[in-house]
């Protein structure tokens, strides 16, 4: 009787002979891509959007609880963390949405050839950071 990692490994052909299949790239020997980096990080951003849009539940909740409530909520968000907090939700919201816009490409049949698909995610990540950069300039200009 052979061990159930064994057994996994073998498979057969279509035309029936019995096959060894090769075992998956670890992560010890897997370098990793702009791709499946960039793939993982519109995972990331997601979940952190999601998270991220708590804050804004509360700050609305607290806007329409009253004066003392905003303010817990305002002096909060007002705080290094806060800002913090702030500013990669928005890092994160660039980011996602550019992915998105890329992947809106891949649905169509763009940008599959190597050098597009490395041109794509290189312009992505300077789109978020001139974008997060662009905001918080004009954010803190308007604020002051």
Same mark, same amino acid.
């Given at each position: 009787?052979?061990?159930?990692?064994?057994?996994?490994?073998?498979a057969r052909t279509s035309d029936g002979r019995l096959v060894r299949r090769p075992l998956s790239p670890h992560l010890?020997?897997?370098?990793?891509?702009?791709?499946?980096?960039?793939?993982?990080?519109?995972?990331?951003?997601?979940? &952190?959007?999601?998270? +991220?849009? =708590? @804050? !804004?539940?509360? /700050?609305?909740? #607290?806007?329409?609880?009253?004066?003392? $409530?905003?303010?817990?909520?305002?002096?909060?968000? &007002?705080?290094?963390? +806060?800002? =913090? @907090? !702030?500013?990669? /939700?928005?890092? #994160?919201?660039?980011?996602?949405?550019? $992915?998105?816009?890329?992947?809106?490409?891949?649905?169509?049949?763009?940008?599959?050839?190597?050098?597009?698909?490395?041109?794509?995610?290189?312009?992505?990540?300077?789109?978020?950071?001139?974008?997060?950069?662009?905001?918080?300039?004009?954010?803190?200009?308007?604020?002051?």
């Amino acid at each position: 009787m052979t061990d159930t990692r064994e057994a996994m490994m073998v498979a057969r052909t279509s035309d029936g002979r019995l096959v060894r299949r090769p075992l998956s790239p670890h992560l010890q020997i897997y370098r990793p891509q702009i791709t499946s980096a960039l793939s993982i990080f519109h995972r990331v951003t997601g979940v &952190a959007l999601s998270v +991220g849009t =708590l @804050l !804004l539940v509360w /700050w609305l909740v #607290a806007a329409a609880d009253g004066a003392p $409530a905003y303010d817990a909520v305002q002096g909060f968000i &007002a705080s290094p963390i +806060g800002l =913090l @907090l !702030l500013f990669g /939700w928005t890092a #994160a919201l660039f980011y996602h949405f550019f $992915a998105g816009l890329r992947h809106l490409a891949w649905d169509v049949g763009r940008g599959f050839e190597k050098a597009e698909y490395h041109a794509s995610g290189i312009a992505v990540l300077i789109a978020t950071g001139a974008c997060t950069l662009l905001t918080w300039f004009v954010g803190l200009l308007l604020r002051a």
